[in-house]
């Protein structure tokens, strides 16, 4: 299986910190999806970061990728009450681009 | 922009019953997919279709079946519903190896 670790399960912080999440994997990939969803809802595409990609950014959102060490990493700077949901990172690593979601981050951003 | 389109978006069904749920993919998207979300659980991928024809298969089980239509919306189509299959059942569709955009998901209740 691709699926590997995301962590923390779980991340409360106080409005204007950052927060990082962390996602690990253990077989090859094309690429990482990072998506967002809030309870019950849909989920949201933040980025996708190819294997050949070291880092990218959106807006408050920063992803890095370490394909040595079979990681990447979420960064949220400034949080908002509003970034409060659940974080998922999501693998392609087969040649039929499915995708191998984590357990997921639930972040609460306290105001 | 367009976005994926589910319906419906809630269902309620009673055990040994069939559903039938539809994605409209975004407008020259070659690749629709399908993932099931149990409660408090991460997506896992059930089908997949690129152009028109099954690319792929995860855990779905015998009693589902999909197909991708000549307009390229798609029908997921679920018989002898079991308790189990409570959960939400999303499309999400993309440009193959590339960003996969999700709908707003059905939520499926069997009772």
């Known amino acids: 299986s691709q699926q590997g670790e995301e962590d923390p399960q779980a991340l409360s912080i106080q409005e204007g910190e950052n927060a990082t999440m962390n996602c690990s994997y253990k077989?090859?990939?094309?690429?990482l999806q990072w998506y967002r969803q809030n309870s019950g809802r849909g989920l949201v595409h933040l980025i996708l970061i190819r294997s050949n990609e070291r880092e990218k950014h959106s807006g408050r959102l920063r992803v890095t990728l370490d394909t040595s060490k079979k990681s990447s990493s979420l960064l949220i700077t400034a949080s908002r009450a509003a970034d409060t949901a659940s974080y998922f990172c999501?693998?392609?690593?087969?040649?039929?681009?499915?995708?191998?979601f984590g357990k997921g981050t639930l972040l609460t951003v306290n105001p | 922009a367009a976005g994926v389109i589910q319906s419906p978006r809630h269902l309620i069904k009673e055990k040994r019953e069939t559903a039938t749920l539809k994605c409209y993919p975004i407008?020259?998207?070659?690749?629709v997919y399908w993932y099931q979300q149990g409660p408090g659980q991460d997506p896992q991928f059930l089908i997949s279709f690129y152009e028109k024809m099954q690319s792929d298969k995860g855990s779905i089980p015998d009693r589902f079946s999909a197909q991708q239509f000549s307009d390229y919306h798609s029908e997921l189509n679920m018989s002898s519903l079991e308790l189990g299959d409570s959960a939400l059942y999303f499309c999400?569709?993309?440009?193959?190896?590339?960003?996969?955009?999700f709908g707003p998901g059905t939520r499926l209740t069997v009772t």
């Open positions: 077989t090859s990939i094309n690429n």
């Open positions: 999400a569709s993309s440009l193959a190896g590339n960003e996969q955009y």
């Open positions: 999501a693998k392609d690593g087969g040649s039929n681009y499915k995708l191998t």
């Open positions: 407008p020259r998207h070659d690749t």
